[in-house]
């Protein structure tokens, strides 16, 4: 997966926009994980009422709070919105943890295409080897919750070498 967005620039989703754009940044946060790309738009209803169950979804995966290890999982916002201002009001809605390509970048639209996007919101579900798991989990995501990352795992093959009881 990692190869796909080597010579890409990926954007936190923070104040400040920080940016991922060497090899090894990308490298680092990408490598072994599960990427879930989230093709959606500010405009579409569908969409504004499925990014609160979405992030819900992604922090009882991720955030500490909630778990005792963050599952290797990275969400990446990929705007079929019209606007630079479009992109940057739905972005409130998602985790500070997610990652989105910026409003200029072509690359959106070929993600698009590549992944035959024909309705929104999509989330497609990619193995760390960039091979796709599911090709549109939002009512699995709704239906399942965190539960459906487990079935991802196993299908992606995705195992954590676990640490041994410390008691």
Known sequence: MVDLF???VLLKNNSERDELDTEREI????????????FGCVVSRSCQLFAPKLSSFFKQLTDEAYVDRSAQLV?????????????SSFLQ???KKCL????????RRELEAMFNVEELPTVVVLRP?????????VEEILRLGPDCYRNWQEAAE??????????
């Not at 969400?75 to 992109?87: C, G, H, R």
């Open 6 to 8: 080597i010579d890409r």
């Open 27 to 38: 490298v680092a946060r990408l490598q072994n994980r599960i990427l879930l790309l989230f």
């Open 75 to 87: 969400l990446l916002y990929i705007s079929m919105d019209q606007s630079e201002q479009q992109l």
């Open 93 to 95: 809605e998602l985790p």
């Open 100 to 107: 989105f390509l910026a409003f200029e970048d072509p690359f």
């Open 129 to 137: 080897d960039c091979s796709v798991l599911a090709a549109n989990a």
């Open 158 to 167: 995705l195992y954590r070498q676990e640490l041994p009881d410390q008691r």
